[in-house]
């Protein structure tokens, strides 16, 4: 039997399990059977983390494309101490800001936030991912294992950082 058990945002996943914290307001996650090894608490929340805030605007705005503006808070999804073998589908809530840019002939981009951990450096950049399906309401995207480190954070939970944003049409 599959069930799913939600407490504020956390949200507790059983293979092939499908939860929302709040419907239609609500980051919601969909996990295959095979992604996790176990039964794994895949935790969504939504933060406004400086550092954050930072590091996409200097990896999309500085050093990237530029033009585009980010949702006030990012997302976090969170998988405990195991990382996904599969992707992760996640449906994002577009907020009001972003749905404002939009009217004003902008387009909708996700960016996910990827840590590089290299021989003479380890930096986050935030990369465009595709994006799966729109609503005037909601996006989906697949995160991708290799969008989830466990060197973010001090815990060694694995984690994932998604950044809705407005920018030039393409």
């Known amino acids: 039997m599959k069930k799913c058990r939600m407490a504020a945002l956390a949200i507790l996943l059983l293979p092939a399990c499908q939860c929302s914290t709040n419907a239609n307001k609500a980051a919601t996650v969909a996990v295959d ?22 590091t996409f605007s200097v990896t999309v705005n500085t050093e990237g494309p530029g033009g585009f503006t980010r ?25 009001a800001e972003i749905k404002t840019d939009l009217k004003a002939s902008k387009e909708l981009y996700v960016f996910v936030e990827y840590f590089y951990n290299g021989v003479h450096e380890t930096h986050d950049s935030f990369q465009a991912v595709p994006i799966q399906k729109q609503t005037s309401d909601s996006v989906l995207i697949t995160l991708e294992p290799s969008a989830f480190t466990n060197l ?4 060694g939970t694995y984690e994932a950082v998604v950044v809705l944003a407005s920018g030039p049409k393409k």
């Open 33 to 54: 059977p095979g992604t996790f090894d176990s039964p794994t608490e895949v935790i969504i929340e939504s933060t406004q983390a400086k550092e954050t805030a930072e």
């Open 71 to 95: 949702a006030k808070s990012e997302t976090v999804v969170a998988a405990d101490k195991t990382p996904p073998k599969k992707g992760i589908a996640l449906t994002l809530p577009i907020p």
């Open 152 to 155: 973010r954070n001090k815990t």
